[in-house]
Protein backbone atom coordinates (compact mmCIF):
# COMPACT_ATOMS: atom_id res chain seq x y z
CA UNK A 1 0.00 0.00 0.00
CA UNK A 2 1.14 3.59 -1.05
CA UNK A 3 1.30 5.89 1.98
CA UNK A 4 1.85 9.39 -0.20
CA UNK A 5 2.77 9.75 -3.48
CA UNK A 6 5.46 12.53 -3.04
CA UNK A 7 7.99 12.80 -0.01
CA UNK A 8 9.64 15.67 0.34
CA UNK A 9 12.83 15.48 2.64
CA UNK A 10 13.53 19.35 4.00
CA UNK A 11 11.36 22.08 5.19
CA UNK A 12 13.70 24.70 3.73
CA UNK A 13 12.30 27.36 1.27
CA UNK A 14 12.81 25.04 -1.20
CA UNK A 15 10.98 22.12 0.20
CA UNK A 16 7.97 24.61 1.39
CA UNK A 17 7.69 26.28 -2.03
CA UNK A 18 8.01 22.67 -3.95
CA UNK A 19 5.18 21.61 -1.61
CA UNK A 20 2.94 24.62 -2.76
CA UNK A 21 3.62 23.54 -6.36
CA UNK A 22 2.40 19.78 -5.46
CA UNK A 23 -0.37 20.70 -3.94
CA UNK A 24 -1.83 21.98 -7.18
CA UNK A 25 -2.16 18.18 -8.00
CA UNK A 26 -3.78 15.22 -7.46
CA UNK A 27 -0.99 13.76 -5.74
CA UNK A 28 -0.59 12.86 -1.84
CA UNK A 29 2.54 14.65 -0.49
CA UNK A 30 4.39 14.44 2.43
CA UNK A 31 6.59 16.79 3.58
CA UNK A 32 9.34 15.84 7.02
CA UNK A 33 11.50 18.22 8.70
CA UNK A 34 14.25 17.25 11.15
CA UNK A 35 14.10 19.82 13.27
CA UNK A 36 10.97 21.12 15.27
CA UNK A 37 9.84 24.05 13.13
CA UNK A 38 10.92 24.14 9.04
CA UNK A 39 12.83 27.10 8.03
CA UNK A 40 15.69 26.41 10.51
CA UNK A 41 18.55 25.68 8.10
CA UNK A 42 19.61 28.84 5.35
CA UNK A 43 16.21 29.38 5.15
CA UNK A 44 16.34 31.66 7.79
CA UNK A 45 19.72 32.64 8.33
CA UNK A 46 20.43 34.72 5.17
CA UNK A 47 20.45 38.13 3.26
CA UNK A 48 16.57 37.54 2.26
CA UNK A 49 17.61 39.67 -0.63
CA UNK A 50 15.39 38.82 -4.21
CA UNK A 51 18.54 39.01 -6.36
CA UNK A 52 18.10 41.06 -9.55
CA UNK A 53 19.83 38.47 -11.27
CA UNK A 54 23.16 40.83 -12.19
CA UNK A 55 25.78 38.10 -10.31
CA UNK A 56 25.52 34.44 -11.51
CA UNK A 57 27.73 33.33 -14.72
CA UNK A 58 25.43 33.65 -17.55
CA UNK A 59 24.24 29.59 -19.03
CA UNK A 60 24.22 28.55 -14.86
CA UNK A 61 20.88 27.31 -13.62
CA UNK A 62 21.39 30.00 -11.05
CA UNK A 63 21.16 32.35 -13.69
CA UNK A 64 18.37 30.72 -14.86
CA UNK A 65 16.21 29.87 -12.00
CA UNK A 66 17.38 33.48 -10.67
CA UNK A 67 15.85 35.46 -13.32
CA UNK A 68 12.61 33.43 -13.92
CA UNK A 69 12.34 33.43 -10.41
CA UNK A 70 12.64 37.46 -9.71
CA UNK A 71 9.66 38.77 -11.21
CA UNK A 72 7.16 36.13 -9.33
CA UNK A 73 7.72 37.44 -6.16
CA UNK A 74 4.97 40.20 -6.19
CA UNK A 75 2.25 37.48 -6.84
CA UNK A 76 3.44 35.24 -4.40
CA UNK A 77 3.76 38.12 -1.95
CA UNK A 78 0.38 39.33 -2.87
CA UNK A 79 -1.27 35.43 -3.00
CA UNK A 80 0.30 34.14 0.57
CA UNK A 81 1.16 37.84 2.77
CA UNK A 82 4.83 37.35 2.21
CA UNK A 83 6.40 40.95 3.28
CA UNK A 84 8.19 42.27 0.43
CA UNK A 85 9.72 45.44 -1.01
CA UNK A 86 11.16 45.81 -4.14
CA UNK A 87 13.81 48.21 -3.64
CA UNK A 88 16.59 47.65 -6.16
CA UNK A 89 20.20 47.05 -5.25
CA UNK A 90 23.53 48.84 -5.54
CA UNK A 91 26.79 47.60 -5.96
CA UNK A 92 28.89 50.46 -4.69
CA UNK A 93 32.50 50.81 -5.53
CA UNK A 94 35.11 52.73 -3.52
CA UNK A 95 38.15 54.23 -5.44
CA UNK A 96 39.33 53.82 -8.85
CA UNK A 97 39.91 49.68 -8.93
CA UNK A 98 35.95 49.06 -7.38
CA UNK A 99 34.81 51.52 -10.32
CA UNK A 100 36.38 49.38 -13.17
CA UNK A 101 34.90 46.05 -11.70
CA UNK A 102 31.39 48.01 -12.46
CA UNK A 103 31.59 47.75 -15.87
CA UNK A 104 32.32 43.94 -16.13
CA UNK A 105 29.28 43.55 -13.93
CA UNK A 106 27.02 45.30 -15.95
CA UNK A 107 28.04 43.63 -18.73
CA UNK A 108 26.97 40.21 -16.86
CA UNK A 109 23.99 41.48 -16.04
CA UNK A 110 23.18 42.64 -19.62
CA UNK A 111 24.45 39.28 -20.84
CA UNK A 112 21.80 37.88 -18.15
CA UNK A 113 18.79 40.15 -19.62
CA UNK A 114 18.54 42.35 -16.47
CA UNK A 115 17.82 45.49 -16.23
CA UNK A 116 21.13 47.80 -14.76
CA UNK A 117 22.62 50.90 -14.94
CA UNK A 118 25.72 52.29 -14.01
CA UNK A 119 25.50 55.91 -11.20
CA UNK A 120 27.76 58.76 -11.15
CA UNK A 121 28.98 58.64 -6.98
CA UNK A 122 26.92 62.08 -7.04
CA UNK A 123 23.93 60.20 -8.04
CA UNK A 124 24.44 57.65 -5.00
CA UNK A 125 25.37 59.83 -2.59
CA UNK A 126 21.42 61.45 -3.19
CA UNK A 127 20.00 58.64 -2.86
CA UNK A 128 21.88 57.19 0.23
CA UNK A 129 23.12 59.88 2.52
CA UNK A 130 24.50 57.41 4.30
CA UNK A 131 26.57 55.75 1.66
CA UNK A 132 30.83 56.76 2.20
CA UNK A 133 31.80 60.20 1.10
CA UNK A 134 34.98 57.66 -0.86
CA UNK A 135 32.00 56.26 -2.96
CA UNK A 136 33.48 56.48 -6.83
CA UNK A 137 29.83 55.26 -8.55
CA UNK A 138 27.47 52.22 -8.28
CA UNK A 139 26.02 49.93 -10.57
CA UNK A 140 21.91 49.95 -9.90
CA UNK A 141 19.55 46.74 -9.79
CA UNK A 142 16.31 48.16 -10.04
CA UNK A 143 14.51 44.82 -10.02
CA UNK A 144 16.27 43.47 -6.53
CA UNK A 145 13.91 43.31 -3.22
CA UNK A 146 13.98 41.98 0.19
CA UNK A 147 11.71 39.92 1.36
CA UNK A 148 10.39 38.25 4.92
CA UNK A 149 13.00 34.91 5.26
CA UNK A 150 10.79 33.15 8.04
CA UNK A 151 7.43 34.52 5.95
CA UNK A 152 8.85 33.10 2.60
CA UNK A 153 9.02 29.52 3.89
CA UNK A 154 5.99 29.95 6.61
CA UNK A 155 3.40 31.19 4.03
CA UNK A 156 3.95 28.81 1.00
CA UNK A 157 3.94 25.43 3.53
CA UNK A 158 0.63 26.51 5.26
CA UNK A 159 -0.82 27.18 1.75
CA UNK A 160 0.16 23.63 0.70
CA UNK A 161 -1.18 22.44 4.21
CA UNK A 162 -4.46 24.04 3.52
CA UNK A 163 -4.24 22.45 -0.13
CA UNK A 164 -3.95 19.04 1.38
CA UNK A 165 -0.24 18.60 1.84
CA UNK A 166 0.92 17.25 5.17
CA UNK A 167 3.96 17.63 7.57
CA UNK A 168 5.59 15.30 9.83
CA UNK A 169 8.60 17.46 12.02
CA UNK A 170 11.13 16.39 14.27
CA UNK A 171 10.81 13.47 11.48
CA UNK A 172 14.38 12.43 9.93
CA UNK A 173 15.14 10.80 6.64
CA UNK A 174 17.61 8.04 7.42
CA UNK A 175 17.34 5.85 4.77
CA UNK A 176 16.03 4.62 0.80
CA UNK A 177 13.81 1.52 1.12
CA UNK A 178 13.78 0.06 -2.01
CA UNK A 179 12.50 -3.38 -3.83
CA UNK A 180 14.47 -4.37 -6.80
CA UNK A 181 16.38 -1.70 -6.94
CA UNK A 182 12.98 0.44 -7.37
CA UNK A 183 12.28 3.16 -4.66
CA UNK A 184 9.41 1.98 -2.21
CA UNK A 185 9.37 4.69 0.34
CA UNK A 186 11.72 6.28 3.36
CA UNK A 187 13.18 5.04 6.36
CA UNK A 188 12.74 7.49 9.32
CA UNK A 189 13.04 8.18 12.74
CA UNK A 190 9.57 8.24 13.44
CA UNK A 191 8.78 4.98 10.70
CA UNK A 192 8.75 4.03 7.24
CA UNK A 193 6.00 5.29 4.47
CA UNK A 194 5.95 4.12 1.29
CA UNK A 195 5.95 6.31 -1.64
CA UNK A 196 7.54 6.27 -5.45
CA UNK A 197 8.98 9.65 -5.37
CA UNK A 198 11.28 11.47 -2.99
CA UNK A 199 12.61 14.84 -3.21
CA UNK A 200 15.73 15.74 -2.00
CA UNK A 201 15.48 19.33 -0.78
CA UNK A 202 17.89 18.81 2.50
CA UNK A 203 20.17 21.77 2.20
CA UNK A 204 23.74 20.80 3.69
CA UNK A 205 22.62 17.40 3.95
CA UNK A 206 21.74 17.19 0.60
CA UNK A 207 24.79 15.33 -1.34
CA UNK A 208 24.76 12.70 1.96
CA UNK A 209 21.36 12.05 0.88
CA UNK A 210 22.31 11.72 -2.89
CA UNK A 211 25.19 9.30 -2.09
CA UNK A 212 23.05 6.69 -0.33
CA UNK A 213 21.36 6.31 -3.64
CA UNK A 214 24.27 7.17 -6.11
CA UNK A 215 27.54 6.41 -3.91
CA UNK A 216 29.58 6.91 -6.90
CA UNK A 217 28.28 10.65 -7.16
CA UNK A 218 31.21 12.96 -7.07
CA UNK A 219 28.69 15.61 -5.84
CA UNK A 220 29.97 17.37 -2.56
CA UNK A 221 28.83 20.21 -0.31
CA UNK A 222 31.59 22.35 1.37
CA UNK A 223 29.36 24.71 4.07
CA UNK A 224 30.33 27.94 4.01
CA UNK A 225 29.55 29.90 6.88
CA UNK A 226 28.18 33.53 6.74
CA UNK A 227 28.25 36.00 9.71
CA UNK A 228 25.55 39.09 10.75
CA UNK A 229 25.29 41.69 12.60
CA UNK A 230 21.68 42.96 13.47
CA UNK A 231 21.23 46.64 14.60
CA UNK A 232 18.83 48.85 16.16
CA UNK A 233 15.56 50.00 14.31
CA UNK A 234 15.29 53.10 16.58
CA UNK A 235 19.01 54.10 16.17
CA UNK A 236 19.50 53.66 12.25
CA UNK A 237 17.18 53.54 9.30
CA UNK A 238 18.30 52.70 5.62
CA UNK A 239 16.38 51.84 3.41
CA UNK A 240 18.82 50.41 0.67
CA UNK A 241 20.59 47.15 -0.47
CA UNK A 242 24.09 48.57 -0.40
CA UNK A 243 26.49 45.48 -1.60
CA UNK A 244 30.09 46.19 -2.03
CA UNK A 245 32.00 44.87 -5.29
CA UNK A 246 32.10 41.07 -4.93
CA UNK A 247 35.01 38.51 -4.71
CA UNK A 248 35.24 35.40 -6.36
CA UNK A 249 33.26 33.11 -4.00
CA UNK A 250 30.59 35.62 -1.91
CA UNK A 251 28.76 38.91 -2.97
CA UNK A 252 30.53 40.37 -0.51
CA UNK A 253 29.99 42.14 3.28
CA UNK A 254 26.70 44.04 2.37
CA UNK A 255 24.60 46.82 4.55
CA UNK A 256 20.85 46.21 4.11
CA UNK A 257 17.60 47.50 5.77
CA UNK A 258 15.51 44.72 6.30
CA UNK A 259 11.38 44.41 5.73
CA UNK A 260 11.28 44.59 9.61
CA UNK A 261 12.90 48.13 9.52
CA UNK A 262 16.80 46.59 11.38
CA UNK A 263 19.42 47.57 9.49
CA UNK A 264 21.51 43.70 8.86
CA UNK A 265 25.19 44.03 8.05
CA UNK A 266 27.10 40.54 7.01
CA UNK A 267 27.87 37.93 5.97
CA UNK A 268 31.64 36.52 5.22
CA UNK A 269 32.65 33.82 3.96
CA UNK A 270 34.14 31.01 5.61
CA UNK A 271 34.45 27.03 5.20
CA UNK A 272 32.96 24.93 7.92
CA UNK A 273 33.76 21.73 8.08
CA UNK A 274 30.65 20.95 10.56
CA UNK A 275 27.38 21.24 9.21
CA UNK A 276 25.66 22.22 12.30
CA UNK A 277 28.09 25.52 13.45
CA UNK A 278 26.37 28.22 13.22
CA UNK A 279 28.29 29.61 15.87
CA UNK A 280 29.63 33.15 15.28
CA UNK A 281 33.34 34.10 16.17
CA UNK A 282 35.25 36.80 17.46
CA UNK A 283 37.09 36.97 14.23
CA UNK A 284 34.05 37.10 11.57
CA UNK A 285 32.80 39.73 13.66
CA UNK A 286 35.12 41.82 13.08
CA UNK A 287 35.38 41.19 9.33
CA UNK A 288 32.18 41.57 8.76
CA UNK A 289 31.96 45.18 10.83
CA UNK A 290 34.84 46.79 9.15
CA UNK A 291 33.61 45.43 5.98
CA UNK A 292 30.44 47.41 6.69
CA UNK A 293 32.09 50.51 7.64
CA UNK A 294 33.15 50.62 4.35
CA UNK A 295 30.00 50.80 2.71
CA UNK A 296 28.44 53.48 5.82
CA UNK A 297 31.22 54.43 8.20
CA UNK A 298 29.25 55.93 10.42
CA UNK A 299 27.85 52.59 11.82
CA UNK A 300 28.03 52.78 15.55
CA UNK A 301 28.72 49.53 17.57
CA UNK A 302 26.61 50.71 20.27
CA UNK A 303 23.04 49.63 18.09
CA UNK A 304 24.48 46.47 17.46
CA UNK A 305 21.56 44.24 19.24
CA UNK A 306 22.12 40.49 17.85
CA UNK A 307 24.36 38.03 15.95
CA UNK A 308 24.00 35.16 13.90
CA UNK A 309 25.46 33.08 11.39
CA UNK A 310 23.94 30.56 8.44
CA UNK A 311 25.56 28.37 6.33
CA UNK A 312 25.52 28.45 2.81
CA UNK A 313 24.92 24.69 1.07
CA UNK A 314 28.02 25.59 -1.41
CA UNK A 315 28.29 22.28 -3.81
CA UNK A 316 30.54 21.50 -6.96
CA UNK A 317 28.11 20.33 -9.61
CA UNK A 318 30.64 20.49 -13.13
CA UNK A 319 27.92 20.79 -16.16
CA UNK A 320 27.49 17.40 -17.50
CA UNK A 321 26.80 18.84 -20.87
CA UNK A 322 29.48 21.07 -21.32
CA UNK A 323 33.07 22.08 -21.38
CA UNK A 324 32.61 24.96 -18.90
CA UNK A 325 32.90 23.56 -15.65
CA UNK A 326 29.93 25.70 -12.99
CA UNK A 327 31.79 25.15 -10.14
CA UNK A 328 28.90 26.08 -7.23
CA UNK A 329 25.93 25.83 -9.28
CA UNK A 330 22.80 24.18 -8.62
CA UNK A 331 22.10 20.77 -9.12
CA UNK A 332 18.13 20.21 -9.93
CA UNK A 333 17.71 16.88 -11.64
CA UNK A 334 16.66 13.26 -11.15
CA UNK A 335 18.76 10.93 -10.20
CA UNK A 336 20.01 8.27 -12.58
CA UNK A 337 21.01 5.63 -10.11
CA UNK A 338 17.48 5.30 -8.24
CA UNK A 339 14.13 6.14 -10.43
CA UNK A 340 11.93 8.23 -8.35
CA UNK A 341 14.44 10.72 -6.78
CA UNK A 342 14.71 14.21 -7.48
CA UNK A 343 17.88 15.73 -5.96
CA UNK A 344 17.73 19.53 -5.23
CA UNK A 345 21.06 20.24 -3.87
CA UNK A 346 23.74 22.95 -3.87
CA UNK A 347 20.94 25.44 -2.99
CA UNK A 348 23.35 28.07 -2.00
CA UNK A 349 22.48 32.02 -2.99
CA UNK A 350 20.62 32.84 -4.95
CA UNK A 351 18.50 30.32 -3.61
CA UNK A 352 16.03 31.77 -1.70
CA UNK A 353 15.21 34.26 -4.31
CA UNK A 354 14.97 30.65 -7.01
CA UNK A 355 12.97 28.91 -4.85
CA UNK A 356 9.86 29.40 -6.92
CA UNK A 357 11.05 28.61 -10.13
CA UNK A 358 13.17 25.47 -8.75
CA UNK A 359 9.34 24.42 -7.41
CA UNK A 360 8.17 24.77 -11.20
CA UNK A 361 11.16 23.08 -12.13
CA UNK A 362 10.53 19.80 -9.69
CA UNK A 363 7.40 19.55 -11.64
CA UNK A 364 8.67 19.35 -14.83
CA UNK A 365 11.29 16.86 -14.21
CA UNK A 366 8.31 14.80 -12.46
CA UNK A 367 6.27 14.99 -15.31
CA UNK A 368 9.23 14.12 -17.67
CA UNK A 369 10.04 11.22 -15.65
CA UNK A 370 6.55 9.48 -16.03
CA UNK A 371 4.28 10.76 -12.53
CA UNK A 372 0.42 11.32 -13.71
CA UNK A 373 0.13 14.87 -12.51
CA UNK A 374 -4.04 16.03 -13.05
CA UNK A 375 -4.65 19.47 -11.84
CA UNK A 376 -6.81 19.79 -8.67
CA UNK A 377 -10.34 21.73 -9.44
CA UNK A 378 -10.47 23.56 -5.94
CA UNK A 379 -6.93 24.14 -5.70
CA UNK A 380 -6.67 27.42 -3.26
CA UNK A 381 -3.67 30.04 -4.09
CA UNK A 382 -4.60 32.58 -1.55
CA UNK A 383 -2.90 32.05 2.29
CA UNK A 384 -4.38 35.22 4.20
CA UNK A 385 -1.68 36.72 6.10
CA UNK A 386 -3.25 36.55 10.20
CA UNK A 387 -3.45 40.25 11.56
CA UNK A 388 -0.46 41.98 13.11
CA UNK A 389 -1.90 44.43 15.11
CA UNK A 390 0.63 46.89 15.60
CA UNK A 391 -0.08 47.54 11.88
CA UNK A 392 -3.22 48.16 11.93
CA UNK A 393 -5.57 51.47 11.89
CA UNK A 394 -7.20 52.25 14.81
CA UNK A 395 -10.34 51.52 13.26
CA UNK A 396 -9.47 47.72 12.66
CA UNK A 397 -7.90 47.14 15.85
CA UNK A 398 -11.21 48.51 17.79
CA UNK A 399 -12.77 45.66 15.22
CA UNK A 400 -10.05 43.24 16.04
CA UNK A 401 -10.53 43.63 19.84
CA UNK A 402 -14.06 43.31 19.90
CA UNK A 403 -13.65 39.98 18.22
CA UNK A 404 -10.75 38.88 20.60
CA UNK A 405 -9.82 41.16 23.96
CA UNK A 406 -6.42 39.37 23.80
CA UNK A 407 -5.08 41.13 20.51
CA UNK A 408 -5.34 44.01 23.61
CA UNK A 409 -2.41 42.62 26.14
CA UNK A 410 0.70 43.51 24.36
CA UNK A 411 3.35 41.03 25.27
CA UNK A 412 6.38 42.06 23.07
CA UNK A 413 6.96 45.36 23.95
CA UNK A 414 9.81 46.34 21.96
CA UNK A 415 7.96 44.60 18.89
CA UNK A 416 4.34 45.62 20.18
CA UNK A 417 3.30 41.59 19.64
CA UNK A 418 -0.04 40.99 21.11
CA UNK A 419 -1.22 38.19 23.29
CA UNK A 420 -3.89 37.94 20.32
CA UNK A 421 -1.10 37.27 17.56
CA UNK A 422 0.92 34.48 19.68
CA UNK A 423 -2.27 32.58 20.10
CA UNK A 424 -3.23 33.01 16.67
CA UNK A 425 0.37 31.48 15.53
CA UNK A 426 -0.27 28.21 18.27
CA UNK A 427 -3.08 27.30 16.13
CA UNK A 428 -2.02 28.51 12.80
CA UNK A 429 -1.99 25.71 9.84
CA UNK A 430 1.42 25.01 10.76
CA UNK A 431 1.20 25.16 14.47
CA UNK A 432 3.93 26.86 16.19
CA UNK A 433 5.23 24.88 19.40
CA UNK A 434 8.61 26.46 19.93
CA UNK A 435 9.48 30.26 21.42
CA UNK A 436 11.63 30.49 18.46
CA UNK A 437 9.09 29.49 16.22
CA UNK A 438 6.82 32.03 17.51
CA UNK A 439 9.42 34.71 16.94
CA UNK A 440 10.06 33.85 13.36
CA UNK A 441 6.44 34.27 12.72
CA UNK A 442 5.79 37.52 14.98
CA UNK A 443 8.86 38.80 15.50
CA UNK A 444 8.69 39.11 19.00
CA UNK A 445 11.69 39.15 20.47
CA UNK A 446 13.77 40.83 18.05
CA UNK A 447 14.25 44.33 19.48
CA UNK A 448 16.62 45.60 21.99
CA UNK A 449 15.35 43.49 24.90
CA UNK A 450 15.41 40.78 22.98
CA UNK A 451 13.21 38.74 24.77
CA UNK A 452 13.72 39.21 28.36
CA UNK A 453 10.20 40.33 29.17
CA UNK A 454 8.19 38.20 26.53
CA UNK A 455 9.58 34.95 27.41
CA UNK A 456 8.21 34.17 30.53
CA UNK A 457 4.53 34.89 29.09
CA UNK A 458 5.53 32.89 26.17
CA UNK A 459 6.10 29.76 27.71
CA UNK A 460 2.87 30.40 29.89
CA UNK A 461 0.72 30.59 26.55
CA UNK A 462 2.69 27.80 24.57
CA UNK A 463 1.91 25.35 28.04
CA UNK A 464 -1.68 26.61 28.62
CA UNK A 465 -2.50 26.28 24.54
CA UNK A 466 -0.98 22.90 24.12
CA UNK A 467 -2.13 21.72 27.63
CA UNK A 468 1.59 21.02 28.59
CA UNK A 469 3.47 21.63 31.68
CA UNK A 470 5.47 24.59 31.25
CA UNK A 471 8.75 22.11 31.84
CA UNK A 472 8.54 20.90 28.20
CA UNK A 473 8.50 23.93 26.62
CA UNK A 474 11.30 24.79 24.82
CA UNK A 475 13.50 27.38 22.54
CA UNK A 476 13.66 25.01 19.30
CA UNK A 477 12.86 21.15 20.33
CA UNK A 478 13.96 18.88 22.35
CA UNK A 479 16.83 19.90 24.55
CA UNK A 480 16.54 23.41 24.74
CA UNK A 481 13.89 23.60 27.39
CA UNK A 482 13.88 26.72 29.26
CA UNK A 483 12.96 25.59 32.76
CA UNK A 484 13.86 21.74 34.25
CA UNK A 485 11.63 21.52 37.43
CA UNK A 486 8.95 23.72 39.27
CA UNK A 487 10.57 25.54 42.39
CA UNK A 488 7.41 25.73 44.34
CA UNK A 489 3.53 24.26 44.21
CA UNK A 490 1.08 26.41 45.10
CA UNK A 491 -1.85 24.93 46.39
CA UNK A 492 -5.11 26.23 44.77
C1 LIG B 1 24.80 33.55 4.71
C2 LIG B 1 23.79 33.32 3.63
C3 LIG B 1 23.27 34.39 2.88
C4 LIG B 1 22.34 34.17 1.87
N1 LIG B 1 21.75 35.23 1.25
C5 LIG B 1 20.80 35.00 0.29
C6 LIG B 1 20.11 36.08 -0.31
O1 LIG B 1 20.24 37.23 0.10
N2 LIG B 1 19.26 35.81 -1.32
C7 LIG B 1 19.05 34.55 -1.79
O2 LIG B 1 18.32 34.38 -2.75
N3 LIG B 1 19.65 33.49 -1.18
C8 LIG B 1 20.50 33.70 -0.15
N4 LIG B 1 21.10 32.65 0.48
C9 LIG B 1 20.80 31.30 0.03
C10 LIG B 1 19.48 30.79 0.59
O3 LIG B 1 19.35 31.08 1.96
C11 LIG B 1 19.45 29.28 0.36
O4 LIG B 1 19.72 29.02 -0.99
C12 LIG B 1 18.12 28.67 0.71
O5 LIG B 1 17.69 29.06 1.98
C13 LIG B 1 18.26 27.16 0.65
O6 LIG B 1 17.07 26.58 1.05
P1 LIG B 1 17.00 25.00 1.28
O7 LIG B 1 15.58 24.71 1.54
O8 LIG B 1 17.68 24.31 0.16
O9 LIG B 1 17.93 24.73 2.54
P2 LIG B 1 17.63 24.89 4.10
O10 LIG B 1 16.93 26.12 4.42
O11 LIG B 1 18.93 24.64 4.79
O12 LIG B 1 16.62 23.70 4.39
C14 LIG B 1 17.00 22.35 4.39
C15 LIG B 1 16.16 21.67 5.43
O13 LIG B 1 16.36 20.26 5.38
C16 LIG B 1 16.30 19.75 6.69
N5 LIG B 1 16.97 18.44 6.70
C17 LIG B 1 18.29 18.18 6.50
N6 LIG B 1 18.52 16.86 6.59
C18 LIG B 1 17.33 16.28 6.84
C19 LIG B 1 16.93 14.92 7.04
N7 LIG B 1 17.81 13.92 7.03
N8 LIG B 1 15.61 14.67 7.28
C20 LIG B 1 14.70 15.69 7.33
N9 LIG B 1 15.04 16.98 7.16
C21 LIG B 1 16.33 17.27 6.90
C22 LIG B 1 17.04 20.81 7.49
O14 LIG B 1 16.75 20.73 8.87
C23 LIG B 1 16.54 22.10 6.85
O15 LIG B 1 15.41 22.63 7.50
C24 LIG B 1 21.99 32.84 1.54
C25 LIG B 1 22.47 31.77 2.31
C26 LIG B 1 23.33 32.02 3.37
C27 LIG B 1 23.75 30.88 4.25
Known amino acids: MIDFDVIIIGGGVIGCMTARALSRYQLKVLLIEKESDIGMGASSANSAIIHAGHDPLPGSLKAEMNIKANPMWDQLSADLGIPFKRTGAYIVAIGDEDCECLDSLLQRGRENGVACEIISAEEMRNREPLINP ?122 LGSTHGNVLVGPNSTIEEDREDKAVTAKGLNEIWLGAQKLVP ?151 CLGSFDMPRVIELLADETCQPVTSITKKGPGSEFLFRLTKKVEA
Not at 165 to 183: H, I, M, N, P, R
Not at 185 to 195: A, M, S
Not at 338 to 344: F, Q, S, V, W
Not at 414 to 436: F, K, N, Q, S, W
Open 298 to 448: TLQPGSIIAVFAGLRASGNAPCPDCSIDYKHDFLIEACTQLKGLINLAGIESPGLTASPAIAERVIEILQQEGLKMDLKENWNPIRKARPRFHHLSMAEQKQLLKKDPRYGRVICRCEMVTEGEIIAEIHAPLPARTYDAIKRRTWLGTGR
Open 134 to 255: QVSGALFTPTAGMVDPFAACIAPLENAIENGVQVKLETAFLSFLTKDGSLTGIHTNQGDFNCHWVINAAGVYSDEILRQADPESTFTIIPRKGEYYILDKSEIQLNNILFPVPSAVSKGILV
